[in-house]
Structure formats: structure tokens, C-alpha cells
Nanobody, 121 residues
């Protein structure tokens, strides 16, 4: 059983910072790409940032220059450093990981349970 457990969400003032963490646990062979998505009320889930196994990153235009994604492969953890947050960043943030449980060929997508981020004016 593979689980992704997120932490670090909460209430933050506009202009402030927050750091999200997502740790993968269980039995698996390899973790490929990892990423953060968010879903605001009444909106579709959208990609915020992604990072592959080699460390290459990509970001949504709306967060470029403010958010930074990173990963610690030894801890099977991905982070999202959120700086200069805005009210429009308010959403439930979800972690996603592409994991091979027994080998590097058969890859399965896993999602975390989500963590609420609320930005106050």
C-alpha cells in the first residue's frame, strides 16, 4: 500500500509564506515525477508545479517566481515553498506522484488527501 501524506497547509496572510510537504510511504520500487495541484471552490483542479526524478521543474504561469518545488529523494518527500502568497492562491492543495511499486515500467498515479491553504487579505 502506497500513501502520500501532505502537511503544512493553513491560514496565511497575503504576502506571507507557507511550506507544504508530501511524503510517500509504503512499499515501492521507484518514484518518478511528483507534483502539486490545487483546486479552488467551483474550479477545476490545476497543476501548480511539477518535478521529475532528475530534478527538472515546471510551474504554472500564475505561480512562477513565487513558488518553488523541490524534492528529497532520500526522504521520498516533495515540497512546495509558497512565497508572496495572494488571495487567489486559496485552494485545497494535492500532491501527486508517479510510482512504480515493483519495477520502473509499470507506473501508477497516486494522490494525497489534500491540504487546505487559505490566504487572508
Amino acid at each position: 500500500q502506497v500513501q502520500l501524506v501532505e502537511s503544512g497547509g493553513g491560514l496565511v496572510q497575503a504576502g506571507g509564506s507557507l511550506r507544504l510537504s508530501c511524503a510517500a510511504s509504503g512499499s515501492f520500487f521507484v518514484i518518478n515525477a511528483m507534483g502539486w495541484y490545487r483546486q479552488a471552490p467551483g474550479k477545476q483542479r490545476e497543476l501548480v508545479a511539477g518535478i521529475n526524478s532528475g530534478g527538472s521543474t515546471n510551474y504554472a504561469d500564475s505561480v512562477k517566481g513565487r513558488f518553488t518545488i523541490s524534492r528529497d529523494n532520500a526522504k521520498n518527500t516533495v515540497y512546495l515553498q509558497m512565497n508572496s502568497v495572494k488571495s487567489e492562491d486559496t485552494a485545497v492543495y494535492y500532491c501527486k506522484a508517479l510510482i512504480g511499486r515493483t519495477d520502473a515500467v509499470l507506473i501508477t498515479q497516486y494522490w494525497g488527501q489534500g491540504t487546505q491553504v487559505t490566504v487572508s487579505a
